[in-house]
């Protein structure tokens, strides 16, 4: 198998424009991991599974992960005019991290038994712009697992035959996977409760009045 | 029967008659849990079939990420509760990747010797529900629990929990083999071919069984492939793709096995598949409970409590016995895996359920359900 910088390579060349990217990764696994952009994933994919070098017929892994604004603060030296005199002052320094949703995918090969090739895109942040390419109609295996994404994290895929919510109900608003969802706290349910369970259930009576 | 387009509106049933939509499940001991599927139906014959998800649902992936890693241990047992020694180990595995483990050679022997004890069960149950799908009720199911029950033994006097074991740990496995227990696993192994060709000689040229399952729901291999089937479902429909060989993770490079392969990929194939993989399994036990050292049972460098790996990801995956069951971890250097994700064989093998079934009856897709493999416990998460 190519290595990662070979296989980009060849991928910008196969889908003139494509913006890939070699997102390393720290662990011992030594699973680095391309970053591709939404426009051109479906060309990228179908290059993928069909180029006979490669042929990565399978999507073993399809999942989504979560990455809210993140604030890194850090110490930067900066050079100052003080009385006069230029110095070299530390500053602390916030960098914003804009946030965003990513779905991973893992890819193998069962013709030439390689793997794992791992794929990511990412939306443009997490609330209004979550759209990304759906590949189902590359690889089948994504349809239910692209659901679950859509139904876990709310990234919208386009060009998904059937997406509607796989685990949750069809009625339930909100994207259970995210960091910041808040769990309901009237699911459980106590013929007598007490402590927490108490609190949290007296929210829900009407005021000043016990259950009904 | 090659499988036709599905589409959601059919305006017109080839017969002319009107169509009979059908909720099977939840509650339906064909099911093997609480599973529905929207059904509709021509007669008898189905042309449109929509599984529906999530019954048992409780956020697996959730509650893993607000536990420590070995915290997720015990909840592993619960994706699929007939095979939780295989759960333990893809996710054990998938940790010491990303920590950077590697268990010692005794513990590699015990996840071999439990695996395929775990796949023995998992396949002779599975071939006793496909016969009570298919109306033989109870006796080949009964025939199939009592030598589980055998195995279930092992793994209690081991482990302590005859289903639930929570027994690998991230560079090891928790506790040492109890004496004589080799004994006892050489003898239910010296005995269970006899089951086999008992099991085999009262069912497998059953006039009723090839009747039921031959031509019954084809899988080609094509579409096997592209939609991420895997495990004895795959290797039915003629994929020479075992992960056990392809990746030869652990010390599967030691033993002496084949895979088999099926020729059509109907139901037929999909349970005789399972019956000589079970011979295998037998083959691979035989050899590892021979040959398995004496030593320690952990990496010495492994920390269970408070792990914090180093930030980063990784994928671990196994040949576990419904198909490959994955893990994938993130780290971002805490207590807890800041992202946790299963990939449920059992899942993923329904993407195809209504291609096989369209064309076929009713009593069919309850063939065709049960010969899929699925534990509701994995499917829903």
């Known amino acids: ?53 490669l042929a990565f017929d399978y999507a073993s892994n399809v999942t989504g992960v979560d990455w809210p604004e993140k ?38 090969s069962m013709a030439n038994k390689q793997g794992p090739l791992i794929v990511r895109m990412r939306t443009e942040n997490r609330t ?14 994504c349809e239910f697992q692209e659901r679950e994404i859509f139904d876990l994290y709310g990234i919208v895929f386009e060009g998904h035959p059937d997406l509607r919510r796989i685990l949750m109900w069809p009625e339930f608003t909100d994207y259970p996977m995210r960091k910041d969802y808040v769990e309901a706290d009237d699911y459980e349910y106590e013929p007598t409760p007490h402590d927490d369970v108490l609190a949290k259930a007296k929210r829900h009576y009407p005021a000043g009045g016990t259950p009904a | 029967m090659m499988a036709t387009p599905s589409s959601t509106d059919l305006a017109e049933p080839p017969s002319g008659n009107p169509l009979l939509e059908v909720s099977l ?19 008898e014959t ?32 619960r994706l699929d509760y007939i095979c939780s020694l295989t759960n333990n180990w893809a996710y054990a595995m998938t940790v010491e990747k990303l920590a950077g483990l590697v268990p ?8 071999v010797i439990l695996s395929e004890l775990t796949r023995l069960i998992n396949h002779s149950a599975l071939a006793g529900f496909l016969l009570q799908d298919m109306g033989a009720l109870g006796t080949p199911l009964m025939y199939a ?49 006899s089951f086999l060709e008992e099991f085999e000689a009262l069912l497998t040229g059953n006039e009723i069984l090839l009747a039921r399952t031959e031509g019954v729901g084809v899988l080609p291999a094509k579409l096997a492939v592209n939609a991420g089937v895997t495990g004895p479902m795959l290797r039915a429909s003629g994929v020479n793709y075992d992960i056990r060989k392809v990746d030869q993770y652990g010390i599967y490079g030691r033993f002496k096995f084949r895979v088999p392969l099926g020729e059509r990929g109907d139901v037929f194939d999909r349970y005789m598949i399972r019956i000589l993989e079970m011979h295998e399994s037998l083959k691979i036990l035989d050899q590892a409970l021979r040959e398995i050292p004496a030593g320690p049972i952990m990496d010495p460098k492994a920390k269970l409590r408070n792990l914090r790996p180093k930030p980063g990801e990784a994928y671990g995956r196994i040949e576990g016995p419904k198909g490959e069951l994955g893990f994938y971890v993130i780290s971002d250097g805490g207590p807890n895996p800041y992202r946790y994700r299963v990939r449920p064989p059992s899942l993923i093998n329904l993407t195809i359920l209504e291609d096989m079934c369209l064309g076929q009856t009713v009593a069919d897709v309850v063939v065709i359900l049960g010969s899929i493999d699925i534990v509701l416990g994995e499917v829903d998460r």
């Not at chain 1, 100052?80 to 965003?100: H, N, R, W």
């Not at chain 2, 449109?48 to 997720?72: D, M, Q, W």
Request: a neutral charge.
């Open chain 2, 46 to 77: 189905v042309v449109r079939l929509k599984p529906v998800f999530g019954y048992l649902h409780r956020n697996h992936e959730k509650i893993a990420e607000k536990c420590t890693y070995l915290g997720s241990i015990p909840y592993t047992d």
């Open chain 2, 25 to 43: 499940g939840p509650q339906h001991p064909s099911t093997h849990g609480v599973f529905r599927m929207d059904v509709s139906l021509d007669g």
């Open chain 1, 1 to 53: 198998m190519d290595t990662l910088d070979q296989l980009k390579t060849r991928i910008e060349a196969a889908a003139p424009g494509a913006q890939v990217e070699i997102i390393p990764n720290g662990s011992p696994a030594n699973q680095p991991s391309l970053l591709v952009d939404g426009g051109h994933a479906r060309a990228i994919a179908q290059f993928l599974r069909d180029e006979p070098a």
């Open chain 2, 104 to 111: 010692p050679e005794r513990a590699e022997y015990l996840r």
């Open chain 1, 128 to 141: 209004d712009r979550v759209s990304l390419p759906s590949l189902t109609p590359v690889w089948r295996s």
């Open chain 2, 145 to 193: 629990f009592r030598e589980r029950e055998k195995i279930l033994d092992l793994f209690e006097s081991l482990t302590g929990a005859r289903m639930m074991c929570n027994y690998m740990r991230f560079g090891g496995c928790r506790c040492d083999l109890p004496p004589g227990w080799i004994e006892q696993a050489r003898s239910v192994v010296a005995k269970f071919p």
């Open chain 1, 71 to 108: 604030v890194t603060r850090e110490k930067v030296k900066v050079k100052k005019v003080v009385d006069g005199v230029e110095k070299g002052v530390e500053e602390l320094c916030e960098k914003k991290t804009p946030a965003y949703l990513e779905a991973v995918y893992h890819l193998y």
